[in-house]
């Protein structure tokens, strides 16, 4: 039975906190396929997440959500605008931590609650307070500051803000269950992931199967990597307070930001340094904008 959303349950607390750690440590997982194409690690991404996914469903003998989800030609053409984002999403983070462009990806995350919000009152109509445009003016004026500063917009913080944040606005309007809805997308991609592997393994530029046993197992453990996080999310967001997922969220960018700087060595420095300390500060205002709000509706 889940729990009402206002009541803080510990294991929902736990669930959606190690999704978020999962995310910020990816970076470290992807560095590890470096010499694997990137359309290869996004293809295998997809075609073990989609096995993974319909064997746990398989399991729990829920498959059926997946043949309903399909059936209903609404929810088909939503689905397949949101395998398109998802798949776009990953794509472009790959080719982040590829690049050794951490602390742009890490951007991109920070920035994507604040999109998410412009979305809203874009295509939801959703209305805004005064505090809430204020932070969304320092972040768009810190991605502002960080185009001019590096002579070009953070293209990729951007792209994968967008697609992400318009990845979640479909999810919004499709009612279907968080893993039947990942299982559903990637079965529709499917034959396109497995074709693309079947054509590189004829040409002879496949990874699987030609570099290591670890590349092999690395590419295999994406499966679980993409669908566990999300399960636990989900898991997480139906027993606590919405609020407290907003401030959870940043646990991911969080992370990543501190691999790239601390591990990977990725310079963060002057301008870097003013364009972020703008967008975190929008980030606090909102989120402390946000508690109040989820407080004073408490009482």
């Given at each position: 039975m889940n729990l009402p959303s206002d009541r803080m349950d510990p294991r929902g607390?736990?669930?959606?906190?190690?999704?978020?750690?999962?995310w910020g440590l990816l970076p470290l997982y992807l560095k590890q396929l470096q010499h694997v194409p990137i359309l290869q690690v996004t293809a295998?991404?997809?075609?073990?997440?989609?096995?993974?996914?319909?064997?746990?469903?398989?399991?729990?003998?829920?498959?059926?959500g997946v043949r309903e989800a399909l059936s209903n030609p609404g929810v088909r053409w939503r689905l397949i605008a949101s395998a398109a984002l998802i798949t776009a999403n990953w794509t472009t983070y790959i080719f982040g931590i590829a690049a050794n462009r951490v602390v742009e990806t890490s951007l991109g995350y920070f920035i994507n609650p604040l999109l998410n919000v412009v979305l809203g009152?874009?295509?939801?109509?959703?209305?805004?307070?005064?505090?809430?445009?204020?932070?969304?003016?320092?972040?768009?004026?810190?991605?502002?500051?960080?185009?001019?500063?590096a002579g070009h917009p953070p293209w990729i913080a951007l792209t994968l803000a967008f697609s992400f944040g318009l990845y979640?606005?479909?999810?919004?309007v499709v009612r279907v269950d968080a893993l039947a809805g990942f299982a559903?997308?990637?079965?529709?991609l499917l034959p396109i992931g497995v074709g693309y592997l079947i054509w590189c393994q004829l040409?002879?530029?496949?990874?699987?199967?030609?570099?290591s046993l670890t590349t092999d197992a690395l590419l295999a453990l994406g499966g679980p990597l993409?669908?566990?996080?999300?399960?636990?999310?989900?898991f997480g967001a139906r027993r606590i307070p919405y609020s407290t997922i907003g401030l959870l969220q940043y646990i991911g960018p969080t992370i990543q930001l501190l691999l790239a700087v601390?591990?990977?060595?990725?310079?963060?420095?002057?301008?870097?340094?003013?364009?972020?300390?703008?967008?975190?500060?929008?980030?606090?205002?909102?989120?402390?904008?946000?508690?109040?709000?989820?407080?004073?509706?408490a009482l």
């Open positions: 607390l736990t669930a959606a906190a190690g999704a978020f750690f999962i295998h991404r997809l075609v073990w997440g989609c096995l993974f996914a319909l064997a746990w469903l398989a399991i729990r003998k829920e498959l059926s009152v874009v295509v939801l109509s959703e209305r805004l307070n005064a505090i809430q445009w204020t932070a969304v003016a320092l972040a768009a004026g810190g991605v502002g500051y960080l185009t001019w500063s979640g606005l479909v999810r919004k559903s997308e990637t079965l529709l040409v002879g530029t496949a990874s699987l199967g030609h570099v993409t669908a566990i996080p999300l399960v636990l999310f989900a601390l591990v990977f060595h990725e310079p963060f420095a002057g301008p870097r340094v003013v364009g972020f300390s703008l967008i975190w500060t929008a980030l606090a205002i909102y989120a402390a904008d946000g508690v109040w709000r989820s407080r004073r509706a």
